[in-house]
């Protein structure tokens, strides 16, 4: 196995635990707001559990975008490379939006740390992370899942 078919394989997991833990930390999140309970470790652990893990996973993405001969070939043909939807999609609009969503995350995270309340931290967590799983969700290539 070469190093980028080991990242890929790496990318290609670390999206199903991105996955796992970020709905994880919005059910909590929404379920804490509209229950209207106390903010605790397990709430604050959920949430810097998914904001790690989407920065290894972008950390591996990045790595990718150097090694992947998708991306590879379309940066030494860019303009080429922009007119074929699927080396565009890899070079440009799911590694962009991808990076979006990692510092949308942390700003969240902030968000959350900054407020005041218990209710203020929930209402946070559960509108910031759902606002970046969405983003994920709808980048991800799923038609590889089907290849
Ligand atoms: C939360 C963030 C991310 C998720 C969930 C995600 C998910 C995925 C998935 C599921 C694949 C398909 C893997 C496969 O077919 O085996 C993929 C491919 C890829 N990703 Fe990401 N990705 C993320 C962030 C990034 C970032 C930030 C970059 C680059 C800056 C990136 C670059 C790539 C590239 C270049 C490929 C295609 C590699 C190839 O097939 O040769 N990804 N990503």
Do not use: C
């Not at 709905?23 to 559990?49: E, M, N, Q, T």
């Not at 922009?82 to 565009?88: E, G, I």
């Not at 969503?101 to 910031?128: C, E, M, N, P, Y």
């Amino acid at each position: 196995m070469s190093f980028y078919e080991l990242i890929l394989v790496m990318h290609d997991i670390t999206r199903w635990l991105v996955l796992v833990v970020g709905i994880y930390a919005v059910v909590r999140a929404f379920l804490g707001w509209l229950g209207k309970k106390p903010w605790g470790k397990s709430d604050h652990s959920a949430g810097v559990s998914f904001t790690s893990i989407i920065d290894i996973q972008v950390l591996l993405g990045l790595v990718l975008y150097f090694v992947s001969p998708i991306t590879t070939g379309g940066l030494r043909n860019f303009g080429g490379a922009m007119k074929v939807a699927d080396v565009r999609f890899f070079l440009v609009e799911h590694s962009l939006i991808m990076l979006i969503a990692v510092i949308l995350a942390h700003i969240g995270s902030a968000q959350v740390k900054k407020a005041t309340s218990d209710l203020q931290k929930h209402r946070r967590a559960a509108l910031w992370y759902l606002g970046v799983l969405v983003l994920i969700l709808a980048i991800i290539p799923w038609n590889r899942l089907f290849n």
